[in-house]
């Protein structure tokens, strides 16, 4: 069998997972062939854990600019895009051009004008793009959307869903590049992409109408002032002030930051760790977005950054009954040396439930399937769709489009123009989505 070949555009702590994939579980059917990035040390640092990880050759290294040579010369069928958001567009489209399929970390992009001009590229070039949303191959997350395709709540016609990040997670967003919302969108964007996703999934229908409010309530150098709290450093790394800040990340403490972003910084003046509450921060931490679907479920959705756990609640009723799950992903815990924990992917969940209560009869709890790996065992399933040449066939139409990117990431990118303007967006006058969904296409 002729290997498929695949070259990676971003090269941060994200790419991790398609790397390890492609050069451990996935070798004898995939090829990785290059390296594109701004920095050097970080391409490096990938070459060598292919040397360690998997006894293979270092691959050619391409600099963002060279990113068409590196297409020419190394002839990938499909590009892996893991860079910032805010360039996705930049790389999905070039690949397209130059003759690639495209597999892009969510979001698939930052705004409405970005995503027209991805949908454009499509249509020109006929190439295909897949979006990453892992969530969805979580055993527990699938056997929720199965319960709404067998019937469990009827017709579904409100959702209640709150996400809580915790003080490790959530606060990661506000050390990083994610906390300038010209880089992520902010995280209606760049975060609730995945939850978007997850309802528009369950309930299979696009977004209609949409109204946000959201502040940055907790974290930014005003909110601590106003706690009375003073921090003098712009990072953690490094800083004696900084160690019995219980919000510290230390780079030097995590061989991967270490490698990838401390080893980096005279190369790209980059700081993965900046101080929460410092300056700028550009974000919402706090927000709450209401949402009409076109088959007419209300959505009331909630998602705060900064709380002692972090998991979901999530509630869908409908005209016979509801169904309530409640996951527990992250306990927050600190080290003895006070410094957050802060680990480089997210596992099995801590706990899960799911719980029936049809319209006339005894409520009954519902046996939630487990997996391993991250995201809640969703990750292997994730990759294997994506890799595997012949993947099992998947009856909950799992594999996201860029159609199914465009409907999360509109539901985020209209609730930042009603924070913008105060007013109920329209999402049709934003982009116009296809008349079927996914389910109704057969996809």
């Known amino acids: 069998m ?36 701004l920095s050097q040390v970080r391409m490096d640092w990938y070459n060598q854990r292919l040397q360690t990880l998997a006894g293979l050759p270092p691959l050619p290294t391409y600099h963002a600019e060279q990113f068409d040579e590196m297409i020419a010369e190394t002839h990938p069928d499909t590009v892996i895009v893991t860079t910032i958001d805010a360039t996705h567009h930049l790389y999905i489209i070039r690949a397209m051009e130059l003759g690639c399929d495209v597999i892009t970390e969510k979001p698939m992009t930052t705004s409405a004008e970005k995503m ?13 793009l897949r979006v990453s949303f892992n969530y969805r191959y979580a055993p527990a997350y699938t056997r929720f959307r199965e319960l709404v395709m067998q019937g469990a709540v009827g017709k579904p016609l409100a959702v209640d869903f709150s996400w809580i990040l915790d003080t490790n997670h959530g606060a990661d967003y506000f050390r990083r590049w994610h906390r300038e919302k010209q880089h992520s969108g902010g995280l209606l964007v760049h975060k609730a992409t995945h939850h978007f996703d997850l309802v528009n999934w369950w309930i299979a229908s696009y977004p209609q109408q949409v109204f946000a409010l959201g502040d940055l309530s907790f974290y930014g150098k005003q909110n601590a002032e106003a706690r009375g709290e003073q921090y003098a450093y712009e990072r953690y790394t490094g800083v004696p002030e900084a160690d019995n800040d219980p919000f510290a990340l230390t780079l030097e403490n995590n061989e991967m930051f270490r490698g990838l972003y401390l080893a980096a910084e005279n190369e790209t003046g980059y700081l993965r760790d900046r101080n929460v509450f410092g300056e700028p921060v550009t974000i919402e931490d706090t927000m709450c977005v209401t ?13 705060v950054t900064y709380a002692p756990w972090e998991g979901l609640r999530v509630a869908i009723t409908g005209t016979k009954g509801r169904i309530e799950m409640d996951i527990v992903e992250n306990v927050n815990h600190l080290q003895g040396n006070g410094e957050a924990r802060m680990n480089a992917s997210k596992g099995p969940f801590k706990s899960a439930r799911i719980r029936a209560y049809p319209m006339f009869a005894l409520p009954y709890d519902v046996e939630v399937p487990t997996g391993d790996g991250g995201h809640g065992g969703a990750d292997p399933i994730l990759l294997e769709q994506l890799f595997s040449p012949t993947p099992p066939a998947d009856p909950f139409n799992r594999a996201a489009s860029h159609i199914d990117g465009a409907a999360s990431i509109l539901v985020g990118i209209a609730s930042n123009e009603s924070m913008r303007t105060g007013k109920m967006v329209f999402v049709d006058d934003l982009f116009v989505l296809p008349n079927k969904t996914a389910d109704e296409r057969g996809k």
Do not use: H, P, W
């Open 116 to 128: 027209r001009a991805i949908f454009q590229a499509i249509e020109r070039t006929g190439r295909s």
């Open 2 to 37: 002729e290997k498929k070949r695949y070259a990676l555009v971003g090269t941060g702590a994200r790419a991790r997972m398609f790397i390890d994939a492609l050069i451990t579980t996935y070798r004898d059917v995939a090829e990785l062939v290059a390296f594109c990035d």
């Open 291 to 303: 949402a009409r679907y076109r088959n007419g479920v209300l959505l009331s959705y909630c998602l």
